[in-house]
């Protein structure tokens, strides 16, 4: 099984993200068959049970084809998690109807799925969000706006979290299903960003949006518990692709400081530029180290709260330094789009922000230290 996924991963990174993404990058947007693409690889529904058509991956082996498929293009791997994630959320959570209703077409691609938590007014404080459901007989009424929405040009299916309850903070929080097409869902334009277009991030605003009972996914008492649930995995998930990132890196300056001559000898023989190839090669090592102990933690069901965030905001921090590392000791070839550098820089710095800022990682990893610290 683990062999079989690691193999689809790099088929489909090779032969298909590879060879798009630059363009993806120039065209400010990566088209939807990228998900049909995916799911001929059966890279759709990762975590789903094999009983609902999906492939039922462990987290440990999930971590693997991140990495994998981020080396290729870490924008288009996160739009893929953002849609693996929701089909993992209907699996899950989801009513016979949902199941029957959404699953198929999303393992096959033909409908995209997009997470909405993130809110114009702020997205580190969720417990916070503006966007309301308000009861109409056994009916919800949504209104409010999102931001930030990762495939928000290709969305067919929307999990949007909002308030059922104002003044009641997380407790009223509950996720809906909401189908693009429904009446009072308006698509906002696409945000002209750094980079990162193959995830084609934009906005909804909602108003007076219908929704039946049976399109709740997560009750309220339960929706922001559902949204934390999965976001040890995210977080290492991001870890992983990270890794993906300074992997290319190294991949593509290696071989350039070996060939490349200057006063008399390869670059790679002036200590200043091996040392500093050898401290990436020691985060990258220790970033990998970080993201499987989160992701064992996760696949034993144990508390991973703070080895994700110690992976996520290690990972993120060291992909930065590092990819411009590798960028600089190319030389001014490294701005050349023919290379990779450019996009990995804007995806380290877009990997700063999704998934829990890492000054949110930092305000996790202190209060988990003030409970272990305050027993000496
Ligand atoms: C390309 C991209 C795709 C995204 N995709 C999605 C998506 O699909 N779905 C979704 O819901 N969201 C998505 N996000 C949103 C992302 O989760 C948020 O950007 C993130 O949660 C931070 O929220 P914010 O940008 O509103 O910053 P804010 O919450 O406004 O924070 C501003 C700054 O203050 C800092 N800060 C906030 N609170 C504290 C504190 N207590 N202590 C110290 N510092 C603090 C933050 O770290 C940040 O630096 C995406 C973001 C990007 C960039």
């Given at each position: 099984?683990?062999d079989?996924?690691?193999?689809?991963?790099?088929k489909?990174?090779?032969d298909?993200?590879?060879?798009?993404a630059q363009?993806?990058?120039?065209n400010r947007?990566m088209?939807?068959?990228m998900?049909?693409a995916a799911?001929g690889?059966?890279?759709?529904?990762?975590l789903?049970?094999?009983?609902q058509?999906?492939?039922?991956?462990?987290?440990s082996s999930?971590?693997?084809?991140v990495?994998?498929?981020a080396?290729?293009?870490?924008a288009?791997t996160f739009?893929?998690?953002?849609h693996?994630?929701?089909?993992?959320?209907?699996?899950?959570?989801?009513?016979e109807?949902?199941?029957?209703?959404?699953?198929?077409?999303?393992?096959?691609g033909q409908?995209v799925g997009?997470?909405?938590?993130?809110?114009?007014?702020?997205?580190?404080d969720a417990?916070?969000?503006?966007?309301?459901?308000?009861?109409?007989?056994?009916?919800?009424?949504?209104?409010?706006?999102?931001?930030?929405?990762?495939?928000?040009t290709h969305?067919d299916?929307?999990?949007?979290?909002?308030?059922?309850?104002?003044g009641?903070g997380?407790?009223?929080i509950?996720?809906?299903?909401?189908p693009?097409?429904?009446?009072?869902?308006?698509?906002l334009p696409?945000?002209?960003?750094?980079?990162g277009?193959?995830?084609?991030?934009?906005?909804f605003r909602?108003?007076?949006?219908?929704?039946?009972?049976?399109?709740?996914?997560?009750p309220a008492g339960?929706?922001?518990?559902?949204a934390?649930?999965?976001?040890?995995i995210?977080r290492?998930v991001v870890a992983?692709?990270c890794?993906?990132?300074?992997e290319?890196?190294l991949?593509?300056?290696?071989?350039?400081?070996?060939?490349?001559?200057a006063?008399?000898k390869?670059?790679?023989?002036?200590?200043g530029?091996s040392?500093?190839?050898?401290?990436?090669?020691?985060?990258?090592?220790?970033a990998?180290?970080?993201a499987?102990?989160?992701?064992?933690?996760i696949?034993?069901?144990e508390s991973?709260?703070?080895?994700?965030?110690?992976?996520?905001?290690?990972?993120?921090?060291?992909?930065?330094d590092?990819v411009?590392t590798?960028?600089q000791?190319m030389?001014?070839?490294?701005l050349?789009?023919?290379?990779?550098?450019s996009?990995?820089?804007?995806a380290?710095?877009?990997a700063?922000?999704?998934d829990g800022?890492?000054?949110i990682?930092?305000v996790?990893?202190?209060?988990?230290?003030?409970r272990?610290?305050?027993?000496?």
């Open positions: 099984m683990h079989d996924v690691i193999a689809d991963a790099g489909f990174a090779n298909y993200l590879a060879p798009n363009a993806w990058e120039m947007s088209p939807r068959e998900f049909v799911a690889f059966d890279l759709c529904g990762l789903a049970p094999v009983s058509g999906g492939r039922e991956i462990t987290f999930f971590i693997d084809v990495r994998i498929l080396k290729a293009d870490f288009a739009a893929l998690i953002v693996n994630n929701h089909v993992r959320a209907i699996a899950s959570a989801g009513s109807v949902q199941v029957s209703r959404w699953l198929p077409d999303m393992i096959k409908k997009a997470f909405l938590l993130t809110e114009p007014g702020g997205g580190s417990t916070a969000l503006k966007t309301t459901a308000s009861s109409d007989g056994s009916d919800f009424l949504i209104t409010g706006e999102k931001a930030w929405v990762t495939n928000g969305a299916l929307l999990n949007v979290f909002a308030q059922t309850d104002p009641s997380a407790r009223g509950a996720s809906f299903q909401i693009i097409d429904a009446t009072g869902v308006e698509p696409a945000y002209d960003m750094l980079g277009y193959a995830m084609n991030a934009a906005g909602f108003s007076d949006v219908r929704v039946a009972a049976d399109q709740v996914l997560v339960k929706g922001f518990a559902a934390m649930a999965g976001i040890d995210a290492t992983a692709m890794c993906g990132l300074l290319t890196s991949e593509c300056v290696m071989p350039r400081l070996q060939d490349r001559q006063f008399g390869p670059l790679i023989e002036q200590q530029l040392w500093q190839a050898a401290d990436v090669g020691t985060d990258l090592a220790a990998r180290l970080l499987k102990e989160a992701a064992r933690l696949d034993a069901g991973a709260v703070l080895a994700a965030a110690h992976a996520k905001k290690f990972a993120t921090r060291v992909a930065f590092g411009s590798c960028m000791a030389g001014a070839d490294g050349k789009q023919e290379f990779p550098f996009r990995a820089l804007a380290a710095k877009i700063h922000y999704i800022t890492t000054e990682q930092n996790v990893i202190a209060r988990g230290m003030r272990t610290y305050s027993e000496f």
